[in-house]
């Protein structure tokens, strides 16, 4: 094989590998992120004395679920101090409403944030299929009026969103389809898509580029059915673990990271026993997982 037939077959294979999403094990999370609500009853008591050990566990990025009575100010103040960046927040779905949601806009602005998400829709308003469709309507205009200020709205899952309506849609294909892909995008929640039977490559190829962020929890098991065949979702809280330490392959997922559009990871877990261990072992996992 002469040179130039061998750097050919080295650039196709190269580009093949990359269009798979499996080129080589070497690709790491460059900024590790957690999910405050992890440690939501430390951040209650100490805001700052908990962003200062999150920052020095070895995290880079924050997601706030609540500002706890610290002004935008304040928060963009004590981010800097401890080399943090808060590229997201959680809000809740009233502050969707026009009257709250220049507000959120506001304060994302002033700390920094460039993501705005919804993590739950009350139940009473997502109880059929055209309920979810005017959920839709309402996220493309929040997400109108954040594009405006440069803020980029997005919904976070849990498993709900993937069991059948009365008419055998998914509510989250129904949102998918419904909302304006440049208007809003997915948080992934990668625990709670595979607790609902799901497998998040197939909505990575479905949905290429849609989900630049992802919130990474482990689990220890799916949660089974009982004899109505109905399963029992509220045990998989208990099942929940440190990422890692689980079933979810997490090599195989983010191999595939270019193609979903991801660019900030979430460690979260719902209940930990421990709070500060609990991140510090899945920050340990991640920092070390190559894809």
């Given at each position: 094989?002469?040179?130039r037939?061998f750097?050919?077959?080295?650039?196709?294979?190269?580009?093949l590998s990359?269009?798979l999403g499996?080129?080589a094990?070497?690709?790491r999370?460059e900024?590790i992120?957690v999910?405050l609500?992890?440690?939501?009853?430390?951040?209650?008591q100490?805001?700052e004395g908990?962003i200062a050990?999150?920052?020095?566990?070895g995290?880079k990025?924050?997601?706030f679920?609540?500002?706890?009575?610290?002004s935008?100010?304040d928060i963009r103040?004590?981010l800097?101090r401890n080399r943090l960046?808060g590229?997201?927040?959680?809000v809740?779905?009233?502050v969707?409403s026009?009257?709250?949601?220049?507000?959120?806009?506001e304060a994302?602005?002033v700390?920094g944030?460039?993501?705005i998400?919804n993590?739950?829709?009350p139940?009473?308003l997502r109880?059929?299929p055209?309920d979810w469709?005017r959920?839709?309507?309402?996220?493309?205009r929040?997400?109108?009026?954040?594009k405006k200020?440069?803020?980029q709205f997005?919904?976070?899952?849990h498993w709900?969103?993937?069991?059948?309506?009365?008419?055998g849609?998914?509510?989250?294909?129904?949102?998918?389809?419904?909302?304006?892909?440049?208007?809003?995008k997915m948080?992934?929640?990668?625990?709670?898509i595979?607790?609902?039977?799901?497998?998040p490559?197939?909505?990575?190829?479905?949905?290429p580029?849609?989900?630049?962020l992802v919130?990474?929890?482990d689990?220890k098991g799916?949660?089974?059915?009982?004899?109505?065949?109905?399963?029992d979702?509220?045990s998989?809280?208990?099942?929940?673990?440190?990422?890692g330490?689980?079933?979810?392959?997490?090599?195989?997922?983010?191999a595939?990271?270019?193609?979903?559009?991801?660019?900030h990871y979430f460690?979260?877990?719902?209940?930990?026993?421990s709070?500060f261990?609990?991140?510090?072992k899945?920050?340990?996992?991640?920092e070390?997982?190559r894809?």
């Open positions: 094989m002469n040179r037939n750097l050919g077959t080295i650039s196709a294979a190269t580009f990359s269009r499996f080129a094990d070497n690709h999370i900024k992120g999910q609500y992890t440690v939501r009853n430390q951040i209650k100490d805001f908990t050990k999150v920052a020095q566990i995290y990025e924050v997601e679920a609540g500002y706890f009575d610290h935008p100010k103040a004590i800097e960046t590229p997201s927040a959680h809740e779905y009233k969707l026009p009257d709250q949601w220049p507000q959120a806009l994302a602005k700390i944030h460039e993501y998400v993590p739950w829709v139940e009473e109880k059929s055209d469709k959920v839709a309507e309402n996220f493309n929040a997400g109108a009026e954040s200020a440069g803020i997005a919904y976070h899952n709900f969103e993937f069991q059948p309506m009365s008419d849609q998914l509510p989250y294909d129904i949102l998918l389809k419904n909302c304006d892909a440049s208007l809003v948080e992934l929640d990668l625990c709670w595979t607790v609902a039977g799901k497998d490559l197939q909505y990575f190829s479905r949905y580029g849609r989900f630049p919130h990474v929890k689990t799916i949660p089974g059915a009982d004899a109505t065949k109905a399963q979702f509220g998989s809280m208990k099942e929940m673990t440190e990422v330490s689980g079933i979810i392959d997490w090599k195989r997922i983010f595939n990271s270019n193609e979903a559009g991801i660019k460690v979260e877990h719902d209940n930990p026993s709070p261990e609990s991140i510090t899945s920050y340990r996992y991640l070390q997982l894809f």
